[in-house]
């Protein structure tokens, strides 16, 4: 399973996709990971990603905190844009065609081929959603934050499990 990736880099924060594609399959991608890039620094450490009144301590073994996906299909997208697309996933418009067709629907640009991507504009016109695919589709998946070393907030992953049983292969050739 060779790994691809591909980034979307006409947005304020570049959303990677990391994929693999199967060797005996070559049509068959998945996305393993999606990594919306904060700030271009050195990660100095890496958390998960928690909301107020989410505490570690309160896990089982192998449990996580996580971002729940329904449709098959995720999306990043700033929390100040809430209310815009909110609005835009009701407008009677975008209702015709349907909101799952929206954003489950094949985009114009995918990033990665044979993966569906759709990108929806902000409020000013900018790419400022893109929804994806998640691994292998409906569930939960842990979420972390990459710091720097002043404790900033460096990148934002969702990581969709594709890997998990994945057995590490040496490199092949010199």
Sequence with gaps: MPA??????????PLRLSVVRFTDD???VRVCAAVLVVQEAAVTRWEPALIPGQDPADLGEGEFF???????????FDASLLDHFAAVLDDSDYNKAGWVELLCGDGPDPLVSGTRTVTLSGPTGEPSLTAFESGFGDGAYPVWFGRDGSGGITAVVVDFLVLNEAERLDPIGP
Excluded: K
């Design 26 to 28: 070559p049509e068959h």
């Design 4 to 13: 691809h990736q591909c980034d979307r880099r006409s947005q304020r924060y």
């Design 66 to 76: 996580g971002f729940g996906v329904d449709g098959g299909m995720g999306c990043l």
